[in-house]
């Protein structure tokens, strides 16, 4: 079968998020299976697209996109403007400006001659800012049907910013609340573009349908448990781990949450341990924090964190924002290292009955869950092993892309 993955980040081994890992492992993945062609924007200070090594027979493509990396001044200006269009285009079609700045007429257009050219059973395209894509594809297709047009959305956008808006100032909760109508708006008007809307979570299914929005699956996000494999050191550093890109607000949120309230609390009874941050920005991260903290430590980007992972007791991520699947804790599982969060970081992933991991629903019953999880060590190994029993049955890609099979075998109706 022939596929067509149009996604607005650089699938390279540096991304640095969650999201654009968990892509580049499902086209490898789907690649084993399918004749794959990438198509995606290519920011400033994003490696050559030769140098992305998605594995053989890829076929990768990418257009230009200008973003906050940009350093010239007369590239910062074009960015400006077009910064300043997208608003326009947010405002006369109430959507969210994250969905309107990537309405890029080059990716447009070369996502209609690549569909001309391969001819692709199916069409799937990550996230749901890239609404647009899915929209023009819709209308070149025309009464053909053919390929079939998928949307990956990734994460509800409208649930992180309901959540932060329940805690928020009135003047930023009527602001977050419009924020989450728009993502619900341009969820429910892309969902009659394409034959099917993929949603990582139920919960995301649920809260899309009630939204308004159709033809609506549950396909999870996976991780790649051929790599990743549970390896230990005999004696674990006295250290616990978060690990994320910073960029996210919800890791900052976490970190701070780790480093002004957790932590503290939980040195007084560890002492000679230390906490570890690690992924891009975790080091600026730290560094910008007016007021120090003892006994962390940022590694920054790290290209190969099975060593970082291995000399660690525990994974730590009081995840309380965010949305959708949270790949950070879909990798500490199948790392086998015990891992404490909350049940928005298990989101999607295990209940409670699933007994895979240690919960916390506040950040002082966060404290205690970690001590338990150090001092019940035999009970946390027993989670840890059946955490990645757990993730190799649901969140390997060979599962997920046997469901995804399913997704582009469907026989095609009227979108």
């Not at 290209?303 to 500490?332: N, Y």
Request: charged share 25%.
């Amino acid at each position: 079968m022939r596929i067509l993955l149009i996604t607005p980040y650089l699938p390279h081994s540096r991304v640095g998020h969650g999201g654009g890992t968990a892509v580049r492992q499902m086209v490898r993945a789907l690649a084993r299976r399918h004749e794959v062609c990438v198509l995606s924007l290519q920011r400033p200070g994003d490696p050559p697209a030769a140098e992305a090594d998605l594995g053989p027979g890829v076929r990768l493509e990418t257009v230009p996109f200008i973003d906050q990396g940009a350093r010239e001044p007369a590239i910062r200006l074009r960015l400006t403007v077009s910064r300043g269009a997208a608003a326009l285009r947010a405002l006369v079609r109430r959507h969210p400006l994250y969905v309107t700045k990537y309405h890029h007429q080059p990716l447009l257009r070369r996502a209609v001659e690549l569909v001309d050219e391969l001819s692709p059973d199916a069409v799937q395209i990550e996230y749901l800012q890239l609404a647009s894509v899915a929209m023009t594809l819709h209308h070149h297709r025309g009464e053909k049907q053919r390929p079939r047009l998928i949307l990956d959305s990734h994460e509800h956008g409208a649930l992180p910013r309901r959540r932060r808006a329940v805690q928020a100032a009135p003047l930023r909760r009527r602001r977050l609340l419009a924020e989450a109508d728009a993502w619900d708006r341009v969820a429910r008007q892309v969902s009659r573009y394409v034959d099917t809307m993929l949603c990582v979570t139920d919960q995301d299914r649920e809260l899309l349908t009630a939204a308004g929005a159709g033809s609506l699956i549950t396909v999870p996000l996976g991780v790649d448990v051929e790599t990743l494999q549970p390896t230990r050191d005999v004696a674990p550093l006295p250290q616990l781990l978060f690990v994320g890109s910073f960029a996210h607000p919800p890791n900052r949120a976490a970190a701070t949450l780790l480093c002004r309230r957790i932590w503290p609390a939980l040195r007084n009874r560890l002492p000679g341990w230390r906490l570890v941050l690690a992924g891009p920005g975790s080091d600026d991260f730290l560094a910008a924090q007016t007021m120090p903290v003892a006994g962390v430590e940022a590694l920054g980007f790290v290209d190969d964190l099975t060593a970082v992972f291995a000399a660690s007791r525990l994974f730590v991520a009081p995840l309380f924002e965010g949305g959708g699947i949270k790949i950070k804790i879909l990798e500490a599982m199948a790392r086998g290292i015990p891992l404490v969060t909350t049940p928005i970081g298990a989101e999607g992933i295990a209940t409670r009955e699933d007994d895979v991991l240690s919960w916390a629903e506040d950040p002082d019953a966060f404290v205690a869950a970690v001590l338990d999880a150090l001092e019940q060590d035999d009970l946390s190994a027993e989670r840890a092993q059946r955490a990645r029993r757990h993730v190799e049955k649901h969140f390997g890609w060979d599962a997920v892309v046997a469901r995804l099979d399913a997704v582009y075998g469907a026989s095609s109706g009227s979108s």
